[in-house]
């Protein structure tokens, strides 16, 4: 299985003779194209039998004048090898529903029934996922948004139009509900859970998300990459880099444009950047929840100071606006003195996190609370492709950039760990680890930071562009002014544009704090999107929290909450 | 533990000084008549001068503000030497900070949410998404900006706004 260039060669014989197409649309994505009805044979080989995980699922309509006809792909993956699956398959309505076989793809195929219409047989749970039954009109066919044909700015009158049905609640003596949400007490993202007790014990919760809906995927539609780019930093504020950087990587790769070398290393450091950040925020949080205000403060003011230092870097306390297409911004520019800066801030920063960490280790209230809580198994795990720290602290190893290296994380060194704990400590291990390894990983890419000039490639391509505006506009400027572009010129040069091109779309992903996110854009002869469909790990990961309370106290709640620290906007897109 | 607490009493933490006549006041809108008169005669505020409960709610954000208005708890910014404070529940509060565009599936919560807020009762956005929806105002899943669903009396711009702002935003409002 290591090799991917045979990699079709040595599957099952049945198997590669239900693929009626095969190729490669980049190195490292194999794509099966499958008719309807060998879908759930091939999916569950590929799950099953050789222990492939799925990264992604969607839907997109490529009907013309004769009918409806919607494309599915599958993406699987693989720890062990850099290769995507990406099974292909055409529908007019209905597929195959395999959530009984794959859980992972439970959200994913009530998603597709919602946006698209497309209906999943034999689902087991066929409930409206993000397209409230209190709030957008059921009975009328054409509620599908992510259709082509459904005007963007098309909204239903607002009333309402029917009840969501929950899942049935536990009864017995002494049995009680609690209801938390959408809007709760801290400053926390909206989301509801409802928890089934027996007195302290939770039997069952069942969460209900999608109350940020806000329609991404559909606003997207017809613009240009940077106008994209921007709506990229807003799917989750916390992660606009991680989530800008998996998105170029998609239109990178679709243009076909190099990254300058330079480029790459300052990408990196802002990655990394991003996640310390986020990880020493999870770790104040977790400090707060367990009710030690002197650890979480001192977190807090550790983490106010990376924010100030994002912003004298780069003008953005969440580093917002530094990438674009082909390079970085000048605002992201790390040159000498930024660069001194870094190092010295960083050195600093690490020896006030090695305190905060000895801190908490010593102390037994923390460890009482953490140890033994919000076990999640390693067959919980895997059934629903959990990913990032997640699955790392239950046994499995998940981190795209060892799994899939992208930027320069080949040449960099350094671990992922794995721990076997399951519990909320595990996770919050696994956290240091990765604090730790970005400091290192941070301090590598300083010291061999290549000097050269940071947006050739990128200035060359932006001359060039049709995608000429945003942040780009004012340093061109200066140059020359070709930035603003006549109409006809526009479409012209987009013509010449896709004439180089080799591939209509491409996935772009990257290892966010949370785990991976994947993207799929799909951009149309004029460069502009046709489909973008964007996976933050929370998709997956938020499932996990159902399993992941049952059987502990209600006061523990909040801490497995934290322990896991989604993002809802993320999720709810 | 100690070696925490030995570098905080050697260092301490320079809380971020505020003067009203220093404040940016391009990324501070006032809506609210009322509020605007008290600044122009420079009167004193008669509603609950130095004591603000302060209720968030989400509706539709990208979690950006969320982190942002937690900052302004930490011990740098530390609202409360002004007499601002998060409270958990609308019936405490005096003012309904509200972040983000108005989701679809948000806008019953925070008609509710609003209702729960007694009389006198103020309304601050916080953020771009916040004043017409910015980049979301023509989806299908939002009902546009807070100010096209609420009467925003304040509204704080900046994508996202700096804990600075929204403090100063509070202040020049509320303070005295």
Not at chain 1, 238 to 246: I, K
Not at chain 1, 506 to 511: F, S, V, W
Not at chain 2, 18 to 28: G, P, Q, S
Request: aromatic share 10%; charged share 25%.
């Amino acid at each position: 299985m290591k090799n991917k260039l045979d990699f079709i060669q040595n599957l099952d014989k049945d198997i590669k003779e239900a693929v009626t197409e095969n190729f490669y649309n980049q190195d490292n994505e194999l794509v099966l194209k499958i008719n309807l009805k060998d879908l759930k044979k091939i999916c569950l080989y590929f799950f099953k039998d050789l222990k492939f995980y799925l990264l992604s699922a969607f839907a997109a309509d490529e009907s013309k004048n004769d009918g409806n006809k919607f494309k599915i792909r599958y993406i699987f993956s693989h720890s062990s090898i850099d290769l995507f699956i990406i099974i292909e398959t055409e529908t007019g309505g209905t597929f195959p529903s395999l959530s009984e076989e794959i859980p992972a793809l439970n959200w994913y195929e009530r998603e597709m029934k919602d946006l698209f219409g497309l209906i999943p047989e034999g689902h087991p749970d066929p409930r409206p996922l993000m397209l409230f039954p209190e709030n957008y009109p059921q009975d009328i066919q054409n509620m599908h948004p992510l259709r082509k044909d459904y005007p963007f700015n098309f909204r239903p009158e607002f009333k309402k139009y029917g009840e969501y049905n929950y899942n049935k609640d536990v009864k017995g003596d002494g049995v009680f509900n609690i209801l938390v949400g959408p809007v709760h007490a801290g400053i926390i993202e909206p989301g509801h859970f409802r928890f089934s007790m027996s007195g302290e014990p939770i039997l069952q919760l069942e969460i209900r998300h999608f109350w940020k809906h806000r329609g991404i995927e559909k606003i997207a539609e017809g613009k240009t990459i940077s106008e994209a780019l921007s709506l990229a930093e807003k799917i989750s504020g916390d992660h606009c880099v991680a989530h800008s950087l998996a998105f170029l990587a998609a239109a990178e790769k679709i243009l076909n444009i190099k990254i300058p070398e330079n480029a790459l290393y300052i990408r990196t450091i802002y990655a990394e950047l991003e996640r310390l950040l986020c990880n020493i925020n999870d770790f104040a949080w977790l400090f707060q929840d367990a009710g030690y205000s002197f650890g979480a403060q001192e977190t807090f003011v550790l983490k106010e100071d990376i924010m100030e230092l994002n912003k004298y870097l780069s003008g953005s306390r969440f580093n917002k606006g530094i990438l674009s297409l082909g390079g970085i911004n000048t605002c992201g520019n790390i040159d000498n003195l930024r660069k001194n800066v870094l190092k010295e801030k960083l050195s600093n920063f690490n020896k006030r996190y090695l305190n905060l960490k000895k801190m908490l280790l010593n102390s037994s209230t923390i460890g009482e609370r953490f140890e033994e809580t919000g076990y999640i198994n390693k067959e919980t795990i895997l059934d629903l492709c959990a990913l990032g720290f997640a699955a790392r602290a239950s046994g499995v190893p998940s981190d795209t950039r060892k799994e899939h290296p992208y930027l320069i994380y080949d040449k960099l060194r350094f671990n992922s760990k794995v721990l076997k704990n399951r519990d909320v400590f595990a996770r919050l291990l696994i956290r240091f680890y990765d604090i730790e390894e970005s400091f290192s990983i941070i301090t590598q890419c300083l010291n061999e930071l290549p000097a050269e000039d940071i947006n050739k490639s990128g200035r060359e391509y932006a001359d060039n562009n049709v995608n000429n505006t945003g942040n780009n506009i004012s340093k061109n400027k200066s140059k020359n002014d070709r930035c603003i572009i006549a109409k006809d010129d526009k479409i012209d040069a987009a013509q010449q544009l896709s004439t180089n091109r080799l591939r209509s779309w491409a996935l772009g992903y990257c290892e966010s704090q949370r785990g991976n996110i994947m993207h799929f854009v799909e951009l149309d002869e004029k460069s502009r999107i046709s489909r973008w469909k964007i996976r933050d790990p929370s998709f997956h990961n938020w499932q996990l929290i159902e399993f992941a309370v049952i059987g502990d106290i209600i006061a523990d709640f909040p801490i497995v909450n934290k322990s896991l620290n989604l993002s809802y906007a993320g999720n709810d897109l | 533990m100690f070696n925490i607490i030995k570098t905080r009493i050697k260092e301490g933490i320079k809380t971020k000084k505020i003067n009203i006549e220093d404040i940016k006041k391009d990324n501070i809108v006032i809506f609210n008549e009322e509020l605007k008169n008290k600044l122009l005669n420079k009167s004193k505020n008669k509603n609950f001068t130095n004591n603000i409960s302060v209720r968030v709610v989400d509706s539709g954000s990208c979690n950006a503000c969320l982190h942002e208005m937690s900052a302004l708890t930490n011990p740098y910014y530390d609202m409360e030497r002004f007499g601002f404070k998060f409270v958990a529940a609308p019936k405490h509060a005096d003012v309904l900070m509200v972040a983000g565009c108005v989701a679809r599936n948000m806008y019953s919560a925070l008609l509710k949410t609003y209702e729960n807020v007694p009389y006198p009762k103020f309304v601050v956005a916080i953020g771009d998404c916040a004043m017409n929806g910015g980049v979301f105002k023509d989806s299908y899943a939002t009902l546009g900006g807070i100010q096209d669903k609420l009467t925003v009396d304040i509204l704080i711009k900046g994508c996202p706004p700096e804990p600075i702002d929204i403090l100063a935003g509070l202040l020049l409002a509320f303070g005295k």
